[in-house]
């Protein structure tokens, strides 16, 4: 019988609670798996796995508050792409929208085409939600939309301000990852999205929080799993 640890971020897990908030510590300061398998001393393939985990959870927390969730097209596995450089690889296949404060990251191919039309069109509106700013670069393959449901803030230059500030520092923060799979590129880019929009927060704390109300299950956890 496999030993097991009381954890409440982890069911039945392999490593202890104290150890696994080192783990996130570290996540939230960014460090490598190595850099973190080094630093709390567990193998690096362990380091990995809880790293795409929580990543998961991540990506799984983004798309419960995504205004684009019911109006985008099952992910395929792959983004079709052959960037060379995951900057490029975020120009060509990302939408970026604010809503509410927050910055918001779709895949443009994963955009239904009727849908994709009505956000360049500026046209479309809900009884929840209205486009008070649209930002489409044809070059990128980019389009950022700012959404609220606040009349009052339509035409504010904040929503296009805080669109570029999160292009900037998702394209920055990402260019470290060169070697990323196709596979693992929308977990970093939710990661990015995560990132930018708690920046202003206690990360960590947003985290176990997150992580304690959905604890991570032994069966998500594939050999398989890379984490950069």
């Known amino acids: 019988m496999e030993n097991t640890f009381k954890n409440r971020y982890?069911?039945?897990a392999k490593i202890s609670e104290r150890q696994f908030r080192k783990l996130v510590r570290c996540f939230v300061e960014d460090l490598s798996a190595t850099q973190i398998a080094e630093k709390i001393e567990l193998n690096r393939n362990t380091v990995n796995r809880y790293m795409n985990e929580i990543r998961i959870r991540i990506s799984e927390?983004?798309?419960?508050?995504?205004p684009l969730q019911n109006q985008t097209e099952e992910l395929v596995e792959e983004a079709p792409v052959e960037s060379a450089t995951l900057s490029q690889r975020i120009s060509k296949n990302f939408g970026l929208l604010k809503r509410r404060g927050k910055v918001y990251a779709e895949m443009i191919a994963n955009l239904a085409p009727n849908k994709l039309q009505w956000l360049q069109s500026?046209?479309?509106e809900t009884s929840e939600v209205a486009i008070h700013s649209v930002d489409i670069r044809d070059e990128?393959?980019?389009?950022?939309?700012g959404y609220d449901n606040n009349p009052e803030l339509a035409g504010k230059p904040s929503y296009v301000d805080d669109l570029?500030?999160?292009w900037i520092f998702a394209r920055e923060r990402m260019s470290k990852f060169q070697g990323v799979a196709?596979?693992?590129?929308?977990?970093?880019?939710?990661?990015?999205?995560?990132r930018f929009n708690f920046?202003?927060?206690?990360?960590y704390g947003v985290l176990?929080?997150?992580?304690?109300?959905?604890?991570?299950?032994?069966?998500?956890?594939?050999e398989d799993s890379v984490a950069l």
């Not at 927390?61 to 995504?66: H, I, K």
């Not at 990128?140 to 939309?145: D, N, T």
């Open 122 to 124: 500026g046209k479309l």
């Open 182 to 194: 196709k596979h693992k590129f929308y977990l970093h880019m939710k990661e990015c999205e995560f």
């Open 199 to 203: 920046r202003n927060d206690n990360l």
């Open 140 to 145: 990128l393959g980019m389009v950022a939309v």
């Open 61 to 66: 927390f983004c798309e419960q508050y995504n």
């Open 208 to 222: 176990l929080k997150m992580l304690a109300t959905y604890p991570i299950t032994p069966s998500h956890m594939r």
């Open 10 to 12: 982890v069911r039945r």
């Open 164 to 166: 570029n500030r999160f």
